[in-house]
Structure formats: structure tokens, C-alpha cells
């Protein structure tokens, strides 16, 4: 299966997401998204590069000394929900989502890790 067929299963799987992209935040850059939003690429480069900042936070620092390295970031908005998710074992490769706010969190959060565990594993 390729990446676009995963983030197309995801998006499936859970109507509430509008966007599921899969990024590389070396380089900002959206590799492959899915979703029934019709997001631009302008948005998308958005997306990722808030992703990044999220996971590049100096108030983030706190948080890795009390919890460990972060891989996940939320953040709600008036309009919607922005869901970040960075491979555990490639801190490059992240999962950016921009949700309705009824999704169901802990689901999709999880849907995503396995996704994104696949994906940068290579399979």
C-alpha cells in the first residue's frame, strides 16, 4: 500500500479529518496528503511549518524534561483542530491534520501512529 493510499484509509476511516498529510520537517515540506478538504498547497506548507514550530517550542523544553521527547501536538482552533504527529523512530517524518472538532481524538491519534509507523518504516 502505498503513502497515499494510507493517508486515504485514514481519511476514510475517520470523516472528521479534512486534511491528513504526510510531511517531511527537515526540509517543510508536505510529501502526500489525502482528505475531503480541497487544501491548497499554500495551506499545506502552513500546516507543516506549524507542525514544526509546534515540535521546535522552547516551552517545549519543559515538557521534555518531565515527560521525554514530544511526538504528538494539538492545537484547537475557533475553526478546527490541527493534529501533529512525529515518528518516534524518524523525528523527520510527521503526520499533519487539519480535523473538525467532533473528531474522535484518541482513535484517530491512534489510527495515526500505527500509520505513521508504517510509513517510516517503509511498509
Same mark, same amino acid.
Given at each position: 500500500?502505498?503513502?497515499? &493510499?494510507?493517508?486515504? !484509509?485514514?481519511?476514510?476511516?475517520?470523516?472528521?479529518?479534512?486534511?491528513?498529510?504526510?510531511? @517531511?520537517?527537515? !526540509?517543510?515540506?508536505?510529501?502526500?496528503?489525502?482528505?475531503?478538504?480541497?487544501?491548497? *498547497?499554500?495551506?499545506?506548507?502552513?500546516?507543516?511549518? *506549524?507542525?514544526?514550530?509546534?515540535? &521546535?517550542?522552547?516551552? /517545549? #523544553?519543559?515538557?521534555?524534561?518531565?515527560? #521525554? =521527547?514530544? $511526538?504528538?501536538?494539538?492545537?484547537?482552533?475557533? =475553526?478546527?483542530?490541527?493534529? /501533529?504527529?512525529?515518528?518516534?523512530?524518524?523525528?523527520? @517524518?510527521?503526520?499533519?491534520?487539519?480535523? @473538525? $472538532?467532533?473528531? @474522535?481524538?484518541?482513535?484517530?491519534?491512534?489510527?495515526?501512529? &500505527?500509520?505513521?509507523? *508504517?510509513?517510516?518504516? #517503509? #511498509?
Amino acid at each position: 500500500m502505498s503513502v497515499v &493510499d494510507k493517508l486515504a !484509509s485514514v481519511a476514510a476511516a475517520f470523516p472528521a479529518a479534512r486534511t491528513v498529510a504526510f510531511a @517531511d520537517l527537515s !526540509s517543510s515540506m508536505v510529501l502526500a496528503s489525502q482528505g475531503r478538504a480541497n487544501i491548497t *498547497q499554500e495551506l499545506l506548507n502552513r500546516l507543516c511549518r *506549524q507542525a514544526r514550530a509546534s515540535f &521546535d517550542d522552547p516551552l /517545549f #523544553g519543559l515538557s521534555v524534561q518531565a515527560f #521525554g =521527547e514530544p $511526538h504528538c501536538s494539538v492545537v484547537m482552533g475557533p =475553526e478546527s483542530v490541527s493534529v /501533529f504527529l512525529r515518528s518516534e523512530t524518524d523525528p523527520a @517524518d510527521a503526520i499533519c491534520c487539519l480535523c @473538525d $472538532h467532533g473528531i @474522535d481524538l484518541a482513535g484517530f491519534v491512534a489510527k495515526l501512529r &500505527d500509520t505513521l509507523d *508504517q510509513i517510516s518504516a #517503509g #511498509g
